[in-house]
């Protein structure tokens, strides 16, 4: 995924695919087929994770909007809401 952070290894000092290249040089052929399994692997487990953040950040934007809608309705400012629940006295802190 572009724009991701994609091309990470440019951190591990693999700036380019001549770098990967060499650094992988000391592994058999069998070693970088394992290898690729494993990158393959977690690749799929950070896209599954990615997709089900974009999924609870959508469901919590959906939710959010709701309130918006029912405080127009009540016409209610979300800022008068605010200092309402900061001047509420079940809201304010106990000073020990």
């Known amino acids: 995924m572009p724009g991701n952070g994609a091309m990470k290894p440019l951190s591990l000092g693999l700036t380019d ?12 052929s069998e070693d970088l087929l394992m290898l690729n399994e494993e990158i393959e692997a977690i690749a799929l487990e950070r896209i599954e ?5 974009g999924v ?9 909007d709701s309130f918006r809608e029912k405080l127009a309705l009540e016409g209610i400012t979300p800022e008068e809401l605010l200092a309402f629940t900061r001047d ?3 809201t304010s802190k106990r000073k020990r």
């Open 17 to 28: 695919s001549r770098s990967l290249r060499k650094a992988l040089k000391v592994l058999s």
């Open 49 to 53: 994770e990615e997709e089900i953040k």
């Open 88 to 90: 509420s006295p079940g």
């Open 56 to 64: 609870k950040a959508s469901e919590r934007g959906q939710v959010i």
